[in-house]
């Protein structure tokens, strides 16, 4: 989830909403109510430069945000911006409390395990059947890690501790 410098990804447009204009952006926080408080957001397609656009309403719905935006202004505008990835300004972020994180604070921290054994360093996130997965690099060798409390013991810039059930890096490896 690298990007341009200073900004930080939140969410892909996914599709137009109606006639007006308006495209649903998922989340990449999982919380689209987030989308409120960013009075504009840039939008990189894959082969384009960043195009800065005024949020002009917000709702959420769901579990997407619905948000119109300003230049926007019919379906076949919103058409056009699906896929784009979507980004804010660090600065736009809330403040988070003095134990709280964002995920880009982290990436490429070390995952170690309870015992201290080094897995690997985070290298980036992603999201399979609703599940928010860890991707977990050393030399070469990936390993996807669940990012819930059923295995995160402890997370922050420093590194992460995971408590992997017994035989998950077999299976892992066997993929």
């Not at 990007?3 to 909403?17: A, D, S």
């Not at 195009?51 to 709702?59: A, E, G, I, L, P």
């Not at 609703?130 to 922050?156: A, C, K, R």
Request: aromatic residues 6%; charged residues 20%.
């Amino acid at each position: 989830m690298t990007g341009p410098p200073g900004l930080i990804q939140v969410g892909t447009i996914t599709k137009p909403q109606g006639i007006r204009g308006e495209v649903r952006i998922h989340s990449l926080s999982g919380q689209p109510e987030n989308f409120r408080d960013y009075p504009e957001l840039v939008l990189i397609a894959a082969k384009d430069r960043p195009r800065n656009y005024k949020v002009t309403s917000f709702r959420s719905q769901g579990n997407v945000a619905v948000v119109a935006l300003a230049g926007v202004a019919d379906r076949n505008d919103a058409e056009a911006l699906v896929g784009c990835q979507v980004w804010v300004a660090e600065e736009a972020l809330a403040p988070l409390a003095a134990d709280e994180f964002y995920w880009h604070e982290v990436m490429g921290a070390e995952v170690k395990d309870v015992e201290g054994n080094f897995l690997g360093n985070l290298t980036s996130l992603l999201t399979a059947g609703g599940t928010e997965l860890m991707v977990v690099q050393q030399d070469g060798e990936e390993m996807l890690i669940p990012s819930g409390p059923e295995f995160v013991v402890e997370i922050g810039p420093a590194g992460i501790i995971v408590d992997l059930p017994p035989g998950f890096r077999d299976i892992n490896r066997a993929q």
